[in-house]
């Protein structure tokens, strides 16, 4: 049975080391038969979560008129959701987390998934990804039947296309290739 693939590319940069290892996973995905979009958030208004609470009160509907519902709408329809962020400060950057708080309008719809995430580091140690992969993790047992099925670690990488010849890349292809 094909999938549906939502990648959520949080990369500031186009083309940027966790961005191409997005197009990696598409590519993956696609070459196995399943359907993928690369969403790219740095096109996207996502407005931060302002904590009001109106969504639990309305039905589930934010009151910010941006372009989340329509990033929800792709999050909920996916069978597969692999997030992709470049390491800031040793956790992921601000455009990833603002998307996951603004999935509290919905976040108990989000279900029966596998969850995938990217990461790319300057920092050549694993270690240095340790609160962004926290961080995944916290909002994936927010949800019910959600299943982290792996994690893409593209260390030791900076300037915009230096993860290209790095094991990541084959790692990104082989996972989009088993969704």
């Known amino acids: 049975m094909n999938k549906n693939v939502l990648v959520l590319s949080a990369s500031p940069r186009k083309g940027g080391n966790s961005d ?6 598409v590519r993956g995905a696609r070459d196995a038969g399943n359907e993928a979009e690369k969403v790219f958030l740095r096109e996207k208004k996502i407005n931060y979560c302002l904590g009001c609470g109106s969504c639990q009160s309305n039905g589930g509907i934010c009151v910010q008129k941006d ?3 329509e990033v929800l709408e792709k999050m909920l329809r996916a069978d597969v ?8 400060f040793y956790s992921m950057n601000a455009q990833l987390k ?43 047992a927010c949800l019910d039947d959600v299943e982290e099925a792996g994690i893409i670690y593209g260390t030791g990488v900076h300037e915009k296309g230096e993860v290209r010849g790095k094991e990541a890349m084959e790692t990104a292809y082989e996972m989009g290739k088993s969704v």
Do not use: H, N
Request: charged share 25%; with cysteine; hydrophobic share 40%.
């Open 20 to 25: 191409t290892l997005c197009d990696q996973f």
């Open 67 to 69: 372009d989340m519902d």
């Open 81 to 88: 959701l692999v997030m992709a962020t470049p390491i800031y």
């Open 98 to 140: 603002t998307l996951i708080d603004r999935t509290c309008c919905k976040y108990t719809m989000l279900r029966d998934k596998k969850a995938y995430l990217i990461a790319t580091s300057a920092d050549s140690r694993k270690e240095s990804m340790d609160a962004a992969v926290a961080g995944f993790r916290g909002f994936l």
